[in-house]
């Protein structure tokens, strides 16, 4: 077997080094990790701590380091632990989208994980739990509008970090005071928003799949409801609402892509004038590039579909003065279809097909009875005895 494919990491299966065993949020795929050199690239690595924190830091002892080594890290006070998610130079890529440079300050790797700082570290994370639950009592007996969603502990126990969700703004110095009185720790309270707490919770979105501020998210840009509308989405709060009970995310993956498209097809407001009347638009299929319109401004009435290239052309014949026999043209004159659900089918036909299928199981009964009178008769010439 080639020694780039086998079991690394702790992966859960075979995989090369820049795979990570997928029990976190936000994990990466080190595509580079092959490369040779790549670790000497530079000296930061990236680290991640309980769900969605990430942190970067230096590496100035020079440790062989590698995607999914746990390690433990600088921090104020004590040191935390935290795996290693990427090394080498797509970390400088990372560091983009923080908007920080390799010139700027971090925080050092101490050293490789050893067995005490594990129990340490497992030590701290069983009081998370626990924690929360009680630091929310006490929220409440402080009569203070906020929501304590999470609580992270450092992984030497020295430190918490308590995120949190309100409104408005909150005056919290009565709570650091009574939290470190309770736990003896060192507190620091963090304000995250509705997506930001879906993102550290987790969970599986209606479309089958985790939720993308789970699984990749970093950056949280605000959605509105015009992005709805440009993809012609009914405005459904249910629908569009996600399990932050915020707009979706996904609504602006593919809005500039209808916005570009939409460029093609006439404004709304444009009647079209023509030989038999008028026609006002009623809807638009921006992916084919089809434009519906209705000799009615209120209720669907004769819809035509035609392109938008034909109608920009009956725009510009209608500037001019001009008004066309029919919106369609050509051998699409005769292709035109009614809405009408009376015109299209019958009323009648399930009836036609209720005496059809009395009609074949008559005939059906009939042949079949004639077939057992001609089947009796053979037998009886047969059981009968030739005579002299």
């Known amino acids: 077997m080639d020694r780039k494919y086998k079991e690394n990491n702790g992966c859960a299966g075979i995989c090369c080094r820049g795979c990570g065993k997928m029990d976190a949020p936000l994990n990466t795929f080190d595509w580079l990790a092959d490369v040779p050199g790549n670790e000497q690239y530079t000296d930061l690595v990236e680290v991640q701590f309980k769900n969605t924190h990430k942190g970067y830091y230096r590496n100035s002892n020079n440790i062989p380091l590698q995607k999914g080594d746990i390690v433990a890290v600088e921090a104020t006070p004590g040191h935390d632990i935290g795996k290693v998610t990427m090394t080498g130079r797509l970390v400088l890529l990372q560091l983009k989208k923080t908007r920080l440079t390799p010139e700027s300050e971090f925080k050092r790797v101490y050293r490789k994980a050893r067995p005490v700082d594990m129990e340490k570290y497992e030590e701290a994370k069983a009081r998370e739990h626990d924690t929360m639950i009680r630091s929310r009592q006490i929220a409440k007996d402080l009569n203070l509008d906020m929501k304590i ?20 703004r ?57 992005a709805a509308r440009f993809q012609d989405i009914s405005l459904n709060p249910q629908k569009l609402a996600g399990q932050c009970a915020k707009l979706k995310c996904c609504l602006n993956y593919e809005v500039d892509a209808y916005v570009e498209a939409s460029r093609g097809l006439p404004s709304r407001d444009i009647e079209l004038e023509t030989a038999d009347g008028t026609y006002y638009f009623f809807k638009s299929d921006i992916l084919r590039g089809e434009v519906t319109y209705s000799t009615d401004k209120h209720i669907p009435a004769n819809l035509v579909t035609i392109t938008g290239r034909r109608a920009f052309a009956v725009i510009e014949m209608n500037k001019r003065g001009e008004r066309p026999e029919s919106l ?38 009939g042949h079949n009875q004639e077939q057992r009178k001609g089947n009796g008769k053979r037998d009886k010439g047969r059981n009968e005895a030739p005579k002299g």
Do not use: H
């Open 149 to 168: 969603g999470d609580v992270e502990y450092q992984g030497d126990g020295q430190k918490a970090i308590f995120y949190y969700i309100a409104d408005n």
């Open 170 to 226: 909150v005056d919290f110095r009565q709570l650091i005071k009574v939290l470190a009185d309770v736990f003896k720790i060192k507190i620091e309270m963090k304000q995250i928003g509705a997506r930001q707490e879906a993102g550290r919770i987790g969970g599986i979105g209606p479309c089958g799949r985790e939720l993308c501020c789970a699984a990749f998210t970093t950056n949280f840009v605000s959605v509105s409801t015009s």
């Open 328 to 365: 369609l043209v050509g051998e699409n004159r005769s292709n035109k279809q009614s809405v009408d659900l009376l015109e299209q089918e019958n009323i009648n036909r399930f009836d036609n097909t209720q005496r059809s299928a009395k009609k074949r199981r008559k005939g059906s009964g």
